[in-house]
C-alpha cells in the first residue's frame, strides 16, 4: 500500500508484512493450505499463493522484506540544495514574482539537478520534506479598498439576480401555474 505522500511503506510497516510473510512460511513448512494460511493470517488467498510460490523456490530468503520500493530521484545532499535555491526565491531564478509553483520546481531541478521528475512526484517530495502548498495571505498593494466596498454597496445588488421567494410551489414541471 502506498500512502498519499508517496512515501511508500514505513519501515515499521515493512517489518509488519515480513513478519506475516514469515509466519506464512512456518504455516507451509507445517503443511497448511493456502485458504487456511489466509484465514489465520488475515490475508487473501491471492498473496499467500504468490508467497508459497516465492516460498517453495528460495525458502524464508525469499520473502524476506527487500527494502524500500526505489530511491528517491533527489538524494538528501541535493534536496539541501535544492532548499537554498528555493529560499532564494523566484525572482533570483528569473521569474517576475514571487510565487513558487510547481512548475517553476521542476524547471529548477532540470536546471540545476539534470533530473526530470513529475509534478506529482515533485509534490510529494516537498511534502515529505515538510513543505505545503501555500496561498499568500496578503491583499494587492494596487487594491483600492473604499471602491471595492463601494461596489459592493452600490454595484452589486444592481446586478445580482433576485432570489426567489419561497412559497407554495408546484411538483409538475410542465404547468408549473397550477398551485
Known sequence: MRYPQGGGLTAERQAFREHIRL??????AAGHGNAAVAKDLRVSV???QRWRRAWEQGGERALASKGPVSRPKL???LFV???RELARGPVAHGWPDQTWTLSRIKILIGRRFHKSMTLSAIAQMLHRHGFSHQV?????VEGNEEA???WVKE???EVEIPRRRSGPGSASKTRQASR
Not at 499568500?136 to 494587492?140: Q, T
Request: hydrophobic fraction near 45%; charge should be neutral; aromatic fraction near 8%.
Open 155 to 157: 454595484t452589486w445588488p
Open 23 to 28: 509466519q506464512a512460511a512456518e504455516l507451509f
Open 148 to 150: 471595492v466596498s463601494g
Open 136 to 140: 499568500p495571505a496578503r491583499r494587492a
Open 46 to 48: 491471492r498473496s499467500v
Open 81 to 83: 540544495v535544492l532548499e
Open 75 to 77: 538524494s538528501d545532499a
